[in-house]
């Protein structure tokens, strides 16, 4: 008798440690429709490429969208510069051909060949992150020492430390699962993220620290990390957070005039002229182009920070509700492809990568409602910059390996080749009766 395959047992170390206790994703699996079958929870969720689709869909709508702010957000600033009105606009949308080139190639790549990618993009952005410190490194008049400098181009290697991290954080938690409920194997996964924070706390960027702190505990949760420790690394980094905004005066400023935004500091200016535009727009908007906070009171940060206040303008609450549909959308299905796979590297990568996108989009969106204090996080798919751009896009590449990959969806594209064969030779077959 044939021997039974073996199965790949994918718990987490909560799961094996207490077989009754549910994991940190446990409770979504019944909202999400995460079970597959032909029975009565059948239909459209339940379709093998729904996710995949969902995915590519709302990228493609989201990328759209900010290539039209793109250009609308970024002229007033351009043309400030002498640059002309469309400058940012036309950089914005050739990084959106690469960003999307190369997320098409990451989201072809086998499991094992997204694991090689990682620790191949540590190691670079290490390099390139250490590159930033010396003379080759600039400010590109942002303030933080953040850009490399490459010839005509600037990049922000912080950016694609976000990818690398996702994935080598993914590749070291699925091989040493184990290992993940103990010090030793928890330590050695923070100095993976420690030793990128370190180099980019050296920068002075802040806001780009915080997102990778973030991403950190948004993983070791999903793949079930002992809450002592999330407990620990949530008090020291909240603790570090402070110390850095004390000692240094203008993060300082920035938190009193959130506290205090009517105390006529020039560091209120922007967040009320965010807070003038939303309701400025109304329900319809003002129309594309026809913001008026993005000639004064926004102006370098409209393309930004503040690229939700100006679409909320120009959109009005239709249009930001519709932005936020399409994360919702996308976040959703990024969930529901982590939750589907058997492999504990594509869960976490996928999880990761989701969290990732989800947490830059609410931190955005909150500083320009006036929630949270300016802290320099981008739009994901809309805020103006290059680098940021790049990196999502290879983060929804990560997603659409992940979902393209799912069990549902290898066994429906293995039926389609099965079947394919059969279909050439019964028309084969067919022609040479007649």
């Known amino acids: 008798m044939p021997m039974a395959e073996k199965s790949v047992d994918t718990r987490t170390p909560r799961q094996m440690n207490g077989a009754r206790r549910r994991t940190p994703a446990s409770w979504l699996t019944h909202f999400l429709r995460l079970d597959s079958g032909d029975g009565p929870s059948g239909g459209l969720l339940t379709q093998p490429f729904l996710d995949y689709y ?54 072809r790549l086998s499991e094992a ?31 933080n020492q953040s850009w490399l400098a490459l010839g005509p181009v600037s990049l922000q290697p912080s950016e694609f430390a976000k990818f690398a991290l996702v994935l080598i954080g993914a590749s070291y938690m699925a091989s040493r699962r184990d290992e993940m409920a103990t010090s ?71 938190v009193l005039s959130f506290l205090h935004p009517d105390n006529g500091a020039t560091t209120s200016q922007q967040p009320l002229s965010a807070i003038y535009a ?4 109304g329900w ?35 249009g930001t509700l519709g932005v936020i549909l399409l994360f919702t959308l996308l976040v959703w299905a990024g969930v529901r492809t982590a939750m589907r796979q058997d492999s504990l590297f594509r869960r976490s990568a996928a ?3 989701t969290a990732w996108i989800a947490i830059q989009a609410i931190i955005n969106m909150s500083v320009s409602l006036n929630l949270l204090p300016v802290v320099g996080v981008p739009l994901p798919f809309i805020s103006i910059g290059g680098s940021a751009l790049v990196s999502v896009l290879l983060a ?18 293995e039926a389609s080749r099965r079947t394919e064969p059969a279909r050439v030779t019964s028309v084969v077959d067919g022609g040479n009766r007649g």
């Open 284 to 318: 319809w908007g003002v129309g594309i182009g026809a913001s008026r906070q993005k000639w004064g009171g926004l102006y370098d940060g409209a393309q930004n920070d503040f690229v939700f206040a100006v679409l909320g303008e120009e959109m009005g609450l239709l």
């Open 396 to 413: 929804v590449g990560i997603i659409l390996a992940c979902a393209r990959t799912e069990p549902d969806a290898r066994r429906s594209t």
């Open 54 to 107: 969902v995915i590519l869909a709302t990228t493609v709508l989201l990328c759209g969208i900010g290539a039209l702010m793109g250009l609308s957000s970024s002229s007033v600033y351009s043309q400030s510069l002498g640059r002309g009105p469309y400058h940012f606009a036309i950089r914005q949308i050739l990084f959106l051909v690469v960003g999307a080139i190369a997320s098409a190639v990451v989201s």
């Open 113 to 143: 060949h997204l694991r090689h990618l990682g620790g191949l993009t540590y190691a670079v952005v290490c390099l390139m992150l250490v590159m930033v410190l010396t003379p080759l490194g600039s400010d590109a008049g942002k303030g």
């Open 184 to 254: 030793k194997g928890v330590g050695i996964y923070l100095a993976l993220y420690g030793v990128i924070g370190l180099l980019v706390v050296a920068q002075g960027d802040l806001g780009t620290t915080m997102i990778i702190g973030l991403i950190m505990l948004a993983q070791m949760w999903g793949f079930g990390v002992p809450k002592r420790y999330l407990g620990a690394l949530i008090g020291l980094g909240l603790l570090a957070i402070l110390m850095l905004i004390a000692i240094t005066p203008y993060r300082a400023q920035r």
């Open 278 to 281: 939303l309701a400025t727009g």
């Open 351 to 353: 999880s990761t990568a």
